[in-house]
């Protein structure tokens, strides 16, 4: 491998320190972005994880001047997100649908 270039090597750091920092943000200031912990909701956490990479990828792409892994896993990123997404979402509404049924049951029982 090359020696990296400084502008390389800033990157890296820059990408190391919207990760870390990440972590030290007082997040509960914005109540809807945290849970009942105070702690930023898991999938807002995945998305400014994953934001951060693709900021530094992307700095990386207008340094060489090329885009083409950039578009790559950005797409990488994008499939990823919705494997994460997409089950919680469906989770959500079984549990939802399970509630309404438990209501509907309830009040059932208290007619009969």
């Avoid at 990440?22 to 509960?28: A, E, K, T």
């Avoid at 792409?61 to 990823?80: E, T, Y």
Wanted: some cysteine; hydrophobic content about 50%; charged content about 20%.
């Amino acid at each position: 491998m090359d020696e990296l270039t400084l502008t390389e090597k800033l990157i890296l750091v820059a990408t190391a320190l919207l990760l870390f920092g990440g972590h030290h943000v007082p997040w509960r200031i914005v109540p809807w972005l945290v849970d009942e912990k105070g702690e930023l909701h898991r999938v807002l956490a995945y998305i400014y994880g994953v934001g951060s990479i693709l900021a530094g990828l992307a700095a990386w792409c207008a340094h060489l001047g090329d885009w083409s892994w950039f578009w790559r896993v950005g797409l990488l990123a994008f499939a990823a997100g919705v494997g994460t997404v997409l089950p919680r979402i469906l989770k959500r509404e079984a549990e939802h649908q399970a509630k309404e049924k438990d209501c509907g049951d309830y009040e059932q029982a208290l007619k009969d």
